[in-house]
């Protein structure tokens, strides 16, 4: 049985481990996979037996099988252990494809495989600096040894090539999951926000409204045996106010509603902005129920995050229409298009839509973006104009745009 800190060292990657974090967290199954799909580029190292470069097979044959399970051992552990460590891996590879590059020539398969992992080191400044300094001092070894420099200027293309992208994935993946933290930020100070502005409203209106509600009950308790026509005035106010108390809470629920709306645009507009691409989002401005509400927002959102993830996009228009008996959501953007309609993002808001009686559609020609339409029924009760009750701290930015682009 392997005792549990041995299957840690080779198995299980460290929480903020390249697997673990980076650029692949949340990816698909096959880019996680990548790390050892691009080991079927190892077999490069045994070229000698294709290629006659003139080395004695024993010379170089036996040092280069000794060296494989070194290397995977360190190529995994670069991948797994924490970020701050992947430094030392990455020399410790490029040290191995140095000490067998006098015996077999395409060991700078190995000094590759060193960039590959140096690319996610804790910093691009010190991912950038291993790299050249690991190339450079390889191609010192090569000089000194003499080998031909063809071969030298292939490991060194390769190498950088492979480095810089593996660099620049990881800027993206950093820079994503900033994005996202941002987004997730914005959402809880909306909430927080929401949920003070909504306790400040049902003090400020229940709060008075109670009060005299006891008051007036009170009173008549104490007339309904003296004066019982003025205990029915008393209880007849009671009723008139409960119905004044009860319209109101209605009045700032629709607000809430249309608040939550709010702020998932408001979200997505930063969220957008950060990434790059304008926003523009017009409504006619009328309330709606809170299932809507939420499944609107639901969309919405994973539209956005598919919009800034995918499409490249520079332009994102989001339209809100609600009549009587449906609302219809649109969000456009000009970026490539070209969508897989059954991505489990889009099949999630088909689901979504359809369980609730609506219509989904879609159409991404590739090269002219996309645009998504959610059609949803409403209930029949009369749909009210509540456009003046949306929180203005959320909306107004989204107001003052939509005006300007009027």
Known sequence: MIRPEIDAIFTKPAPDSVMATGRFRGAPR???????VSLVWLGWIFGPAVFNIGVPFDHWFWPTVASVPVFLFLYWRGYVCPRHHNVWYALAIGALGAALTPFNPFAETYLIYAC???????????????????????????????????YLVNALLVGLIVGI??????????????????????????????????????????????????LKSELAGRLIERDPGA??????DVERVA????????????????????AELASARLLLEAAGVRMEYW??????????????????????????????????????????????MRVRDDGRGGVNERGNGLNGM?????????????????????????????????????????????????????????
């Open 350 to 406: 088909r689901e979504r839509i359809v369980a609730r009686g609506g219509e989904f559609a879609i159409d991404s020609p590739r090269g002219r973006g996309t645009s998504i339409e959610v059609s949803l029924p409403l209930p029949l009760a009369k749909v009210e104009r509540v456009a003046q009750k949306v929180a203005p701290a959320v909306v107004a930015p989204l107001a003052r745009q939509a005006g300007s682009h009027a």
């Open 231 to 236: 205990a029915r005035r008393e209880i007849a």
């Open 165 to 214: 992208s593996g660099m620049y994935q990881n800027v993206v993946r950093q820079r994503q999951a900033e994005l996202r933290l941002s987004h997730e930020e914005v959402r809880r100070l909306a909430a927080s926000a929401e949920r003070e502005r909504i306790g400040r409203d049902l003090h400020d209106l229940l709060g008075h409204t109670l009060s005299m509600v006891a």
């Open 243 to 262: 119905r004044d108390a009860l319209s109101q809470v209605r009045s700032a629920v629709s607000g809430i509603r249309a608040a939550a709306l709010a």
């Open 30 to 36: 096959v880019m996680r996979l990548m790390p050892l």
């Open 116 to 150: 590959a992992v140096a690319a996610f080191c804790t910093s691009l400044r010190l991912a950038i600096g291993l790299m050249l300094a690991m190339l450079l001092l390889y191609s010192l070894e090569w000089a000194w040894i003499g080998f031909p420099w063809p």
């Open 283 to 328: 409504s006619d401005g009328n309330a709606l129920p809170s299932e809507v509400e939420t499944c609107l927002a639901l969309v919405l959102r994973e539209a956005v995050t598919n919009i800034q993830r995918h499409a490249r996009a520079n332009r994102v228009e989001v339209t809100v229409i609600a009549g009587t008996e449906r609302v219809v």
